[in-house]
């Protein structure tokens, strides 16, 4: 039998996805069950209220939203919910990324919305962040990310040739 989810990771559009996939690879690293969803905030306000009531019931511990543009997606899923909120601003059009960072990091207090970088290398985090949070009450999981940090900083190259880095790296 799968587990129930403990993460939910929802953005606004389909076309947020792909911008997505280091999260859900970042999850499945970690071996937390997740499970996706695409609800506008703006589009489906009543669809999303009722998924979240939902999701709580079946135990998701954890919501990750990620939109693009006027993204509030985050800030709603926190005013629906006392259960951690972690927020993926995206680049989604002119303003490169910056309008959906605004949107969620500045959440009015009392509203919190842990918010990570823009684009995918924050929709990576939001899933470290995840991992983390839920490993305080789940030892294997601590232990999984400890391997991950551990195998991180063995990355370090010291005293390298940049310029055979540099090659190495096309
Ligand atoms: N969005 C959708 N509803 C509210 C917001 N902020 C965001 C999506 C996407 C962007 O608007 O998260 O990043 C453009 O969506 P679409 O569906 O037009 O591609």
């Given at each position: 039998m799968t587990p129930a989810p403990s993460v939910a990771v929802i953005c606004?559009?389909?076309?947020d996805l792909p911008a997505l996939r280091g999260c859900f690879d970042t999850l499945d690293r970690f071996e937390i069950a997740w499970e996706s969803s695409v609800i506008s905030a703006h589009r489906q306000p009543e669809a999303l209220a009722a998924y979240v009531r939902d999701a709580e019931a079946r135990g998701v511990r954890i919501f990750i939203g990620a939109a693009g543009m006027a993204a509030h997606l985050p800030g709603v899923l926190a005013s629906l919910t006392a259960r951690p909120v972690i927020g993926v601003p995206l680049d989604?059009?002119?303003?490169g990324g910056a309008d959906a960072l605004y949107s969620v990091v500045q959440?009015?207090?009392?509203?919190?919305v842990a918010s990570v970088s823009i684009g995918p290398p924050g929709a990576k985090n939001a899933a470290h962040l995840a991992a983390r949070i839920l490993a305080l009450t789940d030892h294997a999981l601590a232990e999984r990310v400890a391997v991950f940090r551990t195998e991180q900083a063995d990355g370090a190259e010291v005293g390298i040739d940049p310029r055979a880095a540099a090659q190495g790296r096309q």
């Open positions: 606004g559009s389909r076309s989604g059009g002119a303003l959440m009015p207090p009392g509203v919190p």
